[in-house]
């Protein structure tokens, strides 16, 4: 189980990472208007985010 976790936190690794590279500009504009957004709202998009990761999960398992 530890090494699925090690590549899950990989893969997630690569992922974050593609925007940064890909378009510096741009993400670092994404992050200034993500600093603007109220605590409520993101929590929202975390637990939307989370659930979405879920339902991925379970529909690939």
Request: charged letters at 20%; glycine letters at 8%; zero cysteines.
């Amino acid at each position: 189980m530890l090494e699925d976790i090690g590549r899950a936190v990989g893969l997630m690794l690569v992922f974050e990472g593609i925007m940064p590279f890909l378009s510096p500009n741009r993400w670092r504009n994404m992050a200034q208007v993500l600093a603007s957004i109220d605590e409520r709202s993101m929590r929202l998009i975390g637990l939307l985010s989370m659930l979405l990761g879920l339902m991925l999960l379970i529909f690939w398992r």
